[in-house]
C-alpha cells in the first residue's frame, strides 16, 4: 500500500474525488495544509471534509517552501511518502518541489512553474511555434495602454496567475482596460494568502468554440484520453456553463487540436502528470489558451469516467505514485456525458430555486443545488455557480442539449423578491 501526501486542495469536486480515487486504489495519504479551518468549513455533507480522513493531518506553512521542504524532509523517514500531489493550482510547483527533494516521481519543477504562469506560458510556447494568441505583457498601465495601441482592440486582460477565469476580461477601448486593471489591482493577494505577481497578460481575442484535450504524459509518452467540449458565457466575463465529453468533432478538427496540445505539453517539458489543455477552434486552426498540469475540473473527469471508465483522479495518483495507469476504455453504456452549470442571475440571498422536479429525469446521473440562504455572487467567474446538473446518454453528442434543457428550467428566486 502505497502513501500519497496531498498539499493543499481545492474544496470543489476534485477534493472529493481525489481522497476517494486514492482510497479505491488501494493506497493511503497524508494531508498537509496551513489552514485546517478553511477544510472545516468547506464539508460537502454533514460528516468531516474526506480530506480530514487522511491518515495523518500534518499543519505547516504552506505558502513557503523553505519552511515546509525541510519540514516534510524530517517527517519523511518516519512517514514514508511514495508521492506527492495537489489538486489546486497554486500548490502544483510546491508539489513538485517536493517530489524532487524527496526524490519522488513527479513532473520537472520548472516544467510546473511555467505551465502555471501564463505568461511564462505564453514565451515558451511562442518560442516553440506552437500556435496562440498575438500577446504583451506589462506591470504598468501605462505599458498595457502601449501594448494595447499596438495590438488593437479588442483585446483580453488576464492575471497570469490567477485561476477559475477570475479576473479575465474582454476589453475594447481604453477605458475598459482601465477599468479592468483597476479591479486587478485591488486583488494583490490570491484566496491562499500568495502574494501575486504584478504582470498582466494581454491578449488578442480568439474567436470560435473552445474545447479542451484530456492527456496523460508518462515516461515521455503523451496518451490523450479525449476531447470535452466547453460553452463559455457571461460577457465581457469568460465564465464556463457547460462541458460534454467527448467533444463533437469531425475528424480533421480532432486530430488538430490533439496535436497542437500534444506539441504544447512537449514544448513546455511536462512529464509524469495528467495535463488538462485549453484551445480555441479559431478560422486559423488551434489556438492554446492555457495548459494545466493536473487533470481538469469542473467535473470534466466524471464525465470522462461515466463514458470511458477512466477515472482520471484515480490516474492522477498512480502517476504521482510512480505507477504506470491503465488507459484503456471500457463500454460504460453511456456515449456522451455532460454537465451544465446554473450561473446567479445576480447577487443576493437566494429564497428558493424552483423547477427541481425535472431532476428526476433518469438521464440525470448527479445533481446539486446550493441551499436556501447562500448569498449568490456576480456571475464573472466559475467559482460563483450555484449548481449543477449532469446527464449522460447513449446517443454521442446527445448529452449536452438534454443538461442545458434541464438547467434552463430552474428557477432562482431571491429573500427579497419573496418579501
Known sequence: MSHLLLVESWVGAMSTLLPRAINEEGHRFSFVTRDLQHYLRSAPGTGPHPLL??????????????????????????????GVATSC??????????????????????????????DRTRRALHEAGVPGPAF??????????????????????????LCAGMFVRRVD?????????????????NARGQQRSPVVLLEELLTGAEVSVETVTFGGRTTVVGVTDKSVAG???????????????????????ISTAVAAIEALGLDNTVCHTEIKLT???PRIVEVNPRPA???????????TGIDLAGVYAQVALGEKPDLSPVDTGASSAAISFLLPPRTGPIAEIQGTEALRDPAVAEWKLKPVGHRAGPATSNNNYLGHVMVTSDRPGAARPHAELLISGLDVRYAEDAA
Not at 103 to 114: F, H, R, T
Not at 136 to 161: N, Y
Not at 235 to 257: I, S, Y
Open 53 to 82: 480522513g487522511a491518515d495523518n493531518v500534518l499543519t505547516c506553512e504552506t505558502n513557503d517552501p523553505e519552511v515546509l521542504l525541510p519540514h516534510l524532509e524530517r517527517l519523511q523517514p518516519v512517514l514514508g511518502f511514495d
Open 283 to 285: 478560422a486559423d486552426g
Open 136 to 161: 504583451a505583457l506589462a506591470e504598468t498601465l501605462r505599458g498595457l495602454e502601449e501594448a494595447a495601441a499596438a495590438m488593437g482592440f479588442p483585446l483580453v486582460l488576464k492575471p497570469v496567475d
Open 89 to 118: 493550482d497554486y500548490y502544483l510547483p510546491t508539489a513538485a518541489k517536493i517530489a524532487q527533494r524527496l526524490g519522488l516521481p513527479g513532473p520537472a519543477p520548472e516544467a510546473v512553474e511555467s505551465a502555471c504562469a501564463k
Open 173 to 189: 477601448d481604453v477605458e475598459q482596460l482601465r477599468a479592468a486593471f483597476a479591479e486587478l489591482q485591488g486583488f494583490p493577494v
Open 297 to 307: 475540473g469542473n467535473q470534466i473527469t466524471e464525465l470522462i469516467r461515466r463514458v
Open 235 to 257: 460577457a465581457p466575463w469568460f465564465v464556463e456553463t457547460g462541458h460534454m465529453f467527448p467533444a463533437a468533432l469531425d475528424d480533421e478538427t480532432r486530430d488538430g487540436v
